[in-house]
């Protein structure tokens, strides 16, 4: 039984190889012209269009292929979950070998990159209306959703060592404005 299976298996490439090799092969025209009715068929004929719409719901909808796309999308999350995370990621390695080709072509194509920027510039005006409300109250709901010690850590972050120097100056300058208001208050009873 392995031979013939082999055997079988061995026929079916010949001949499917000797139908590769000769576009005249007697099986190769009867199936071009089988494609080209079916073709016509599915452009004219309403019964044959149901008949293959009803064939391709029954398979989306079998609960084999349906188990089989999950399984596959489960092994793709788990390929992409493993390959991300990995420090050699080969998905992120063809991302920046793509991203060099990308813009060593644009650097070459003057045309096309300024045509990139307008479209670009032009988007980014059309959009930026519609954004803007919507961006400043996502910043401002995220900055009130911070933990106060949050804010004030990233200030000092930010900020650094001139933080002190801004507290002190600013309690200057506040102490002269308000020095000036009082003497101003002073003044202007005596002037009048």
């Known amino acids: 039984s392995d031979n013939l299976a082999r055997n079988l298996v061995k026929a079916a490439h010949q001949l499917l190889q000797e139908i ?9 025209l009867a199936f071009d012209r089988w494609m080209a009715d079916a073709i016509v068929r599915l452009r004219t004929d309403a019964r044959f269009q149901e ?16 188990e089989y796309a999950d399984s ?8 992409l979950d493993h390959d991300l ?5 080969r998905l992120q390695g063809q991302i ?7 813009g060593a072509f644009l650097a070459e194509q003057a045309v096309l990159r300024e045509a990139i920027n307008d479209y670009l510039e032009n988007s980014a005006r059309r959009l930026a209306p519609a954004m803007r409300d919507g961006l400043a109250q996502h910043i401002e709901k995220t900055i009130q959703d911070w933990p106060e010690k ?6 000092e972050e930010g900020v650094g060592t001139d933080l002190q ?7 200057l300058v506040g102490g002269l404005v308000g020095v000036l208001i009082h003497a101003l208050a002073l003044a202007v009873p005596l002037l009048i």
Request: aromatic share 6%; glycine share 6%.
């Open 72 to 79: 596959l999308l489960r092994d793709l999350r788990a390929w």
């Open 85 to 89: 995370g990995s420090p050699d990621s």
């Open 96 to 102: 920046q070998v793509l991203a060099g080709q990308l």
């Open 51 to 66: 008949r293959i719409q009803r064939w391709q719901n029954g398979l989306i909808s079998h609960p084999a292929v349906q």
């Open 20 to 28: 590769e090799d000769d576009p005249e092969h007697p099986r190769r």
């Open 165 to 171: 120097y801004i507290r002190v100056n600013g309690t």
């Open 150 to 155: 949050d804010m004030i850590r990233l200030l």
